[in-house]
Every structure is written in structure tokens, then in C-alpha cells.
């Protein structure tokens, strides 16, 4: 396979080129510039555990963006999907609606989209060192954090649990014996307000403790309106909209959270305990998604006796090319599908006709999350540690789907998400004079699960309930050796051995509770004899790093490694046979990597990048039909369909050209290739996985102008682009997620004391309509969007203390 070396380097020189003038004029102005102010270096000084212990980021070799907590309320960045702005090669967003409330996490095209609890997440979610095993509930506010790491690459030696293309860790504030807080207020569009806070209380000797609370609501941006009285002769009665014609909204936010963190901390002790509790309860809405194509002319609103007749589903239901507004009603009473696409099997009933009926859900994506970890370190003597972390998390909510967003029925569903997961880690930690230091552990990992609610889907005859409760057990042993040969030459060794066992148990039965026989014909009969059918998969696997790094001066140090990783296998999670509960094979990765750390021109300038090439095999892919299976059609089941090569380019710089200026930003580029894929996926070789956007690049530049006795003002202006990629592993023009820059805007005073802050904001600041998903289904001939947040504006005011 080429490297489209040609076309691809200048596109890269292209993209380079600002940033490369920046650094330019920079390095002309550092000559004769005063050294960087102490503040302005804070986050070259910050130090990242992604190698079991403390070290400067600079000395780490490993490809990761790490940023402290200022750093971030800086960028206006207050939840986890805005690091994909920063960070080369990752990719970030809410899930769409019909996933609930989930993230889909993408490291160098790598990661996972559904949230189906039969599906490992792809890139780690670590909370505190405590590994979150779904991609549901994991959007997280980033309040009160110390610092953020986002590991690029396989972790599978380091992270471990599912970290394939690599991992994210939130660190929060530790409590620690200086007493003071803060109170923040913030008001903006949408009739936001927000309040968060903070606290550090010293106890008494070495005993320490912290308390934050957040809260958050902001109205919703995208209006459900209703299509009876928006078009008084469309053929379809008003509902009730009031004013205007508005039933609701979508996009709205309303978060609750509250953090406790006590240290046992004595200073003439080898004993360090941190006990943390947190709850949160999110009673957000839907997703923000509006239809982009509708063209289902067997689906229609209800008239006894004739299939043909009433409203069909076509182009009336699309509002405006750009505007936030949608005819979703979260309901199937009142309108009813009268015939079914001419797609075989289903083309056996053409006629049919569905009586009124059905149930109501509402644009809500409700979850509650909670938690409690415990850590113990302990010095066994100056050269021997000891580390424990113990973990229990549970997340529970509910999510409502309107997936045709029009009064019609398509598809309808309810689904209540439960995940509750035990883990513990120990990790024993020896310092070998000055030869090595090596890390050997365990990890134990107990997830279970429950998916229950009722999906309508009367376009294809479905109407059922479902409860699938899954147990997940992962049990892996570690060791980690960085052996220094000379105090500039390390070579590290790592590896890791993992026992994954995973049971899917499905319940199917009809709308009234009943069970599921072939005298429910025509509806739900491809469900016949799922209820109860259960299959486990169970596999191991060795994962193995091997790397050597070379400090080459105090500014300069390089590395390379070969790495690994996986994705753990589970079993198909949406069959329509009991013949279709089949298992999958774990997804892995070996990445072959070098890179460089720099710190230039007295530490005006950081230049830090990597080169990689992944070799991706079993890639979990949805089959359109299974040719191996006794009921082949119709399917959907996840196999390991596809093999790809992947390479790319990262770099990520820092600029001080005088002293109050920074100037940073990343660029990222990917050239995904598959090398095999199965046919009964229906993917080409020459399409790319879903989330693969080539290339991605950030700036920002800020300026901390000093007022003497009367404080500082700070400008910060930033920008985020990413290039199109496809939503979905079948491309088509419908699931083409177009390209788009954004930016933001913020303007900050402190005083002289450092106790008031006032802040001034805007994020997407020139009110770029964009969508940040788009997803076609052709069965039911719909394609929809999820909707990327307009312009908006918010004021704060915080106070020290």
C-alpha cells in the first residue's frame, strides 16, 4: 500500500503553513525576548502517570495531549467531546439519539459509536485511574479536574481494559491543606445559568477535604413544532402546539453533580489514602436531530380500509435546509404505518394495514451516575510501592427515539440503560537504584448490565419489549520495566495478559408482555424463540510494548515503539433469529510508532510529534446478511469482517514569542486503508471506516495583558477544523458528515488580588449551522442529523476564596 506520499505531504504542507509562520516569527521575536513567565509555563511543567509513575510530559514517550484544569476553562471547554478540538487524530461527540445518553470516542480512527452493552467502548474512559466500561454516560463534565491526558495509540500494556486506539484520563483536584475555594456563576443564550464551586478544607494533620458541585441548565435550541399547525392543509390534524406551534425542545441541558474527596495525607508518613464519592443526575434532552431524507411511500398516516390512502412519508416532514426545527412528536398515536417497503422478506405483506395504537415517549435522555473509589499508596521502603484502587460506578437512564422525527410511525422506542461495574487494581512499583523502574499488577473488572424498554416499529411489523441483562468479567495480569542504560538511553518492555468472559442473555416478548409464537404473524414472528436464548464469548489475550527513547539534549528527546492492543469480543446484539446469537472475536491493533519531544529556544517553543502505522485486523463490522448462519436474511450481526492499514502524522506545538503572548495548536492527519473486508458487510475496499476524518487541526492564541494595580485582561481567540468523514461503515453521500471550522472567543479579567474573575464568551462564534452526525437507513428510508450547537454567549463571574 502507498502513501499518496505526493498529494498528501502538500496537503500537509498546506495545512501547516499558518502555524508554521507563527513559529517562525516567533523563534525571530524569542532572540531578544525575556523568558516566558513562570504562569505562562505552567502546563510545560505538568506531569502525566501514563507510565504507572510521575513524569514530565516531556520525558514521557508516549503520543499524548495533556492539559491542566486552567488550561481548559481557558479554552471554554467544560465536557469531554470538547477534547476532540485539541487533541490530533480524536475525534469527539455525543452519540446520536438513538444510542442515549453516550459518547462516541474516536482515537486515530479507532473507537465505538453504539452503545450496546455487547460492544467494548474502543478508546478508555478513566476516571481517577478507574476504568469506565461503556461508551453510556461517559459525556462527563470537567469540573474541578487537575489535569486531562489523552493517550493516543494502543494502551494495551498501560491502560489495558479496551483501550485500542487509546485512552482518556480525567484526573481531579486532590484535596491537599491550603484552605480556600471558589463560587462560579454564568449566564448565556438559551437562558443559560450555571454554578459551580469548590472547596478545600484542611480537617486536621495530614487530613484533607474537598467538596464540588456543579449545576447546569440551558434551554433547548432545536424546536419541535407541530406539522398540523404549521401546515393547516397538509393532510394531518394539529396536536396541540402552542405557541407557534411548538410541542417542545431538543438540545436542551440540565446537569446536577455533586464531588466529595477526603485524603489522608500525614506528612511523616508512607501511607497516602483518597476515598472519592460523586453523584450526578442528567435530565437533559433528546439530542438535537432533524430529518434530512424522507422517502417511504408505504409508510402513511392511517385510513381504515385503504393501504394507499393518507399522508405519506416524503419530502413534507424536512423543515429547512438551516434552520433548528423539527416535526418529531415522540408518539405513534393518532398516525400509522399502512404498508411495509418492498424489500424481501417483508415484501410477503404489502397490504398490511396496522390499527391505531401505540405509546408515547418525550425528547428526554435522562441518566443518573454514581460512584465511590478508594485508593491506597504505601511506601514499602525507598525503593518498593504499593499501589490500590478500588472502584464501584452504576449509571441508570432512560432514553426516548422518534427516528422518523415526523408525526408518522417508523420507528418508536424507550429504552432504560443500567450499568454497574466492580473493579479493582494493584500495582506493586520498584525503583532499581538507578538502573529501572518496573510496575507488576492485576486488574479485575465485574460489569453488569440491563437494556429493557419497547421498540415500535410498525414499518417492519415489530412491536416488542425487550430485557437483555449482560455479565461482563475481565481479569488481566501487567508488567512494565523502563530499564535506563545510560541517563539519555531507555529501553522499555511492557506486557500484559487478559481473560475476558462475556454472556448476552436476550428477553423478547410482545408489547402486552406476552410471549412471542407464531400465532403473533405477521408481527414480531422473525422474534420467534429469541426469549431467553443466551451466548457467552470468552477468550484471552497477550498484549505486548516494546520501545526505546533517547534524550538527545535538555531540548530535544525521540523515541519509537511497537504496540498492541484490542477491542474485546461479545455477541451480536440485534438478531431477528436465535440462530443469529453468534459471538465475535476481539478487534487489535499493532501500531508501529516514532516521535519526537521538544523544547526550543530557552522553552519558547514546544514542538511534539508522531508518525504511526496500524496494522487493524478482525475489525467488528454489521453484516447485511449472514450466508453462514441457517436464517441469513434478514441480519444485522457484528462479525469480524475487516482488515485496513492506517497511517498518520500528529504534531501539537506551544509558542511564547514574548512574555503574556501563547500561541498553541495540533494538526492531525489520517490515511485509512481497508485491505480485506467481507462482502456480506456491503463495504467496498475503497470506503473508510466510520469516524475516519483525514485530517483535523487547531489554533489558539491568547494574551494575558497585565493592568498593574488594576489586574489583567486576557483575549483568547480559538479555532477547531476537522474534514468530512462517514457516520456510518456503508458510505453514502447521506452519511457524509461534512467538514467544518469553528471557532471561539473569550475575554477574561482578574484582578490585582487574584480573587474576581469575569469572563466573557462565545463558542461557535461565527454561527456555523453544521451537523455533527449524519446517518442513513434504507430500510426505512430515512436519513437524520444531529445537530451541532449554534452561537452561544455566556457571562461569568467567579470569586476566589
Known amino acids: 500500500m502507498q502513501w499518496k506520499l505526493g498529494k498528501s505531504l502538500s496537503r500537509f504542507g498546506m495545512a501547516m503553513s499558518a502555524s508554521a509562520l507563527a513559529i517562525s516569527a516567533a523563534q525571530a521575536q524569542t532572540q531578544t525576548a525575556e523568558p516566558p513567565a513562570e504562569s505562562e509555563q505552567a502546563d510545560a511543567e505538568i506531569v502525566v502517570t501514563a507510565q504507572f509513575r510521575g513524569q514530565r510530559l516531556q520525558d514521557t514517550p508516549i503520543a499524548i495531549t495533556a492539559l491542566s484544569g486552567e488550561a481548559l476553562v481557558a479554552r471554554s471547554q467544560t465536557t469531554i467531546t470538547d477534547l476532540g478540538k485539541i487533541s490530533p487524530n480524536v475525534n469527539l461527540s455525543n452519540a446520536t439519539g438513538l444510542m442515549g445518553n453516550s459518547i462516541a470516542a474516536f482515537i486515530r480512527g479507532v473507537g465505538q459509536s453504539d452503545s450496546s452493552f455487547a460492544l467494548e467502548p474502543g478508546v478508555g474512559i478513566y476516571i481517577d485511574d478507574v476504568y469506565y466500561g461503556t461508551t453510556y454516560g461517559a459525556v462527563l463534565d470537567l469540573t474541578d479536574l487537575d489535569r486531562v491526558e489523552v493517550l493516543r495509540g494502543p494502551q494495551g500494556t498501560l491502560a489495558g481494559k479496551n483501550s485500542l486506539g487509546g485512552a482518556i484520563k480525567l484526573f481531579s483536584a486532590k484535596p491537599d491543606d491550603e484552605a480556600g475555594g471558589f463560587v462560579e456563576g454564568t449566564y448565556g443564550r438559551f437562558s443559560r445559568i450555571d454554578v459551580r464551586a469548590s472547596a478545600n478544607i484542611p480537617v486536621a ?93 408505504n409508510t402513511r398516516s392511517y385510513v381504515a380500509g385503504n393501504p394507499a390512502g393518507g399522508v405519506p412519508y416524503d419530502s413534507r416532514f424536512i423543515t429547512g435546509p438551516e434552520s433548528y426545527t423539527s416535526y418529531a412528536t415522540y408518539s405513534t398515536g393518532g398516525n400509522y404505518t399502512s404498508g411495509l417497503p418492498p424489500v424481501p422478506p417483508f415484501n410477503a405483506f404489502p397490504n ?8 408515547s415517549t418525550t425528547p428526554e435522555s435522562r441518566i443518573k451516575n454514581w460512584g465511590v473509589s478508594g485508593s491506597i499508596d504505601y511506601e514499602l521502603s525507598d525503593m518498593l510501592s504499593l499501589k490500590s484502587i478500588t472502584a464501584y ?60 424498554g419497547r421498540a415500535h ?131 487489535t491493533l499493532t501500531t508501529y510508532e516514532v516521535g519526537f519531544k521538544s523544547d526550543l529556544l530557552d522553552r519558547a517553543i514546544r514542538l511534539n510529534g508522531a508518525i504511526f502505522y496500524n496494522k487493524y485486523k478482525g475489525m467488528q463490522l454489521q453484516l447485511q446478511s449472514c450466508p453462514a448462519l441457517p436464517d441469513p436474511f434478514p441480519c444485522a450481526a457484528v462479525a469480524n469482517a475487516g482488515d485496513a492499514d492506517v497511517k498518520g502524522v500528529e504534531l501539537e506545538y506551544t509558542v511564547h514569542p514574548v512574555a503574556g503572548l501563547t500561541i498553541d495548536g495540533a494538526i492531525g492527519y489520517l490515511d485509512f486503508e481497508y485491505t480485506s473486508v467481507n462482502p456480506a458487510t456491503g463495504i467496498a475496499l475503497s470506503m473508510k471506516a466510520p469516524f475516519n476524518n483525514e485530517w483535523q487541526a487547531s489554533a489558539g492564541i491568547q494574551y494575558v495583558a497585565e493592568l498593574g494595580g488594576a489586574g489583567s485582561l486576557t483575549p483568547r481567540f480559538d479555532w477547531a477544523y476537522q474534514s468530512s468523514f462517514y457516520y456510518n461503515a456503508v458510505n453514502t453521500p447521506l452519511d457524509l458528515v461534512a467538514g467544518r471550522s469553528l471557532f471561539n472567543g473569550r475575554l477574561t479579567y482578574e484582578n490585582a488580588e487574584r480573587t474576581w474573575t469575569v469572563s466573557a464568551a462565545v463558542t461557535n462564534l461565527f454561527d456555523k449551522f453544521y451537523y455533527a452526525g449524519t446517518s442513513y437507513n434504507a430500510t426505512y428510508g430515512v436519513a437524520s442529523a444531529a445537530l451541532g450547537r449554534p452561537r452561544e454567549w455566556s457571562i461569568s463571574v467567579k470569586r476566589m476564596f
Not at 466529595?260 to 433528546?286: C, F, K, M, T
Open 205 to 297: 494533620d495530614g487530613l484533607f477535604m474537598r467538596i464540588s458541585g456543579v449545576s447546569k441548565h440551558t434551554d433547548g435550541y432545536m424546536q419541535l413544532l407541530d406539522f398540523g399547525c404549521v401546515n393547516p392543509g397538509g393532510g394531518l390534524p394539529a396536536t396541540g402546539g402552542q405557541n407557534d406551534c411548538r410541542l417542545g425542545t431538543e438540545g436542551g441541558l440540565d446537569v446536577k453533580a455533586l464531588r466529595v474527596a477526603v485524603r489522608y495525607a500525614p506528612s511523616d508518613s508512607p501511607l497516602e489514602i483518597n476515598l472519592i464519592g460523586d453523584v450526578s443526575q442528567n435530565n437533559s434532552e433528546q439530542v438535537a436531530t432533524k430529518v434530512i431524507l424522507a422517502n417511504n411511500p
Open 352 to 359: 398490511l394495514q396496522v390499527a391505531p395504537g401505540g405509546f
Open 393 to 452: 460506578r452504576k449509571a441508570t437512564g432512560t432514553t426516548g427515539i422518534d427516528l422518523d422525527g415526523s408525526p408518522l410511525a417508523i420507528l418508536l422506542q424507550e429504552f432504560t440503560y443500567d450499568h454497574e461495574q466492580f473493579t479493582q487494581e494493584l500495582r506493586l512499583s520498584a525503583k532499581v537504584n538507578d538502573l529501572a523502574d518496573v510496575t507488576v499488577g492485576g486488574y479485575y473488572y465485574h460489569g453488569k448490565d440491563l437494556l429493557t
Open 457 to 587: 416499529i410498525p414499518d417492519v411489523a415489530f412491536d416488542f419489549l425487550t430485557n437483555d441483562p449482560v455479565t461482563n468479567i475481565s481479569k488481566s495480569v501487567f508488567a512494565h520495566a523502563e530499564i535506563h542504560v545510560s541517563p539519555d538511553l531507555n529501553i522499555i518492555g511492557g506486557v500484559r495478559y487478559t481473560d475476558d468472559k462475556k454472556t448476552y442473555t436476550f428477553g423478547r416478548r410482545n408489547a402486552d408482555g406476552s410471549p412471542i409464537s407464531p400465532a403473533n404473524f405477521p408481527t414480531n414472528i422473525l422474534l420467534f424463540g429469541l426469549d431467553g436464548t443466551s451466548q457467552t464469548y470468552s477468550g484471552d489475550r497477550f498484549d505486548y510494548r516494546i520501545g526505546v527513547n533517547y534524550r538527545w539534549s535538555d531540548a530535544l528527546m525521540t523515541y519509537a515503539q511497537v504496540s498492541t492492543g484490542y477491542k474485546g469480543g461479545g455477541i451480536n446484539p440485534r438478531p431477528y433469529f436465535a440462530s443469529q446469537v453468534v459471538p465475535f472475536s476481539p478487534e
